[in-house]
């Protein structure tokens, strides 16, 4: 299942809290263009998940809806928010740290 950290939870709790937004909104991932090697994704900020969706929630309040492929494509990923040279932040889907075996 896709995981998230506390800057990418804080920065979806921002996106889909601030005035105008969707009171039970959250952000939806979907895949816009799959490769071999993997996938571009849409992100939007959307009032309610569609058909389908997976929904993923955390205890802050953060909503994700993943479109089908989105959520298989993100199963095994991490999403983070990162700065770029630019100083903008964005979000960064990364690969799960491998977990040590029980």
């Known amino acids: ?3 998230m950290t506390e800057a990418a939870v804080a920065a979806i709790s921002a ?7 969707p009171e039970h909104g959250g952000l939806r991932f979907a895949v816009q263009d799959q490769q071999a090697d993997g996938a571009q994704l849409a992100l939007s900020v959307a009032p309610e998940p569609e058909a389908g969706d997976k929904v993923l929630g955390t205890d802050a309040g953060a909503q994700v809806f993943l479109e089908p492929r989105a959520a298989e494509f993100l ?3 991490v999403l983070d928010l990162q700065e770029d040279d630019k100083g903008q932040l ?4 990364m690969t799960q740290p491998d977990q040590p075996e029980a």
Not at 15 to 21: I, M, N, R, W
Not at 90 to 93: E, L, R, S, Y
């Open 1 to 3: 299942m896709l995981a």
């Open 15 to 21: 996106l889909t809290t601030q005035e105008g937004a």
């Open 75 to 77: 199963d095994d990923k």
């Open 90 to 93: 964005n979000f960064a889907v």
